[in-house]
């Protein structure tokens, strides 16, 4: 194994790692401590790695309960939309030859 194999998956452990610690539901907000926009914003991008740990543990969800309302939705909304829907963006289109 060479060490660009090594240290690419070194990151990608490192990286779930990260965004494991900070998805709706872990507790860090509640009623004193709403998510505002920049946690939509994150809750936004790691979306998809959030409904995966659901399905395992319960209480982890895709959308922070606890929230500022407009604000967050707006950031989560962005941050959906920004990553998922930019992937069409950057695709080419084939040109058909007949």
């Known amino acids: 194994m060479t060490l660009k194999k090594l240290l690419l998956i070194l990151l990608v452990i490192v ?9 709706p539901g872990d507790g860090v907000n509640n009623d004193h401590h709403m998510a505002g926009f920049f946690w939509g914003i994150w809750h936004g991008w790691i979306a998809p790695i959030s409904l995966i740990i ?7 969800r895709i959308y922070e309960i606890n929230n500022t309302g407009w604000w967050y939705d707006l950031g989560f909304y962005i941050a959906v939309i ?17």
């Open 54 to 60: 659901g399905m395992f543990k319960h209480d982890i």
């Open 15 to 23: 990286s779930v790692f990260s965004l494991t610690g900070c998805v």
């Open 82 to 98: 920004s990553g998922f829907g930019g992937l069409s963006l950057s695709r080419r289109k084939k040109i058909n030859k007949d």
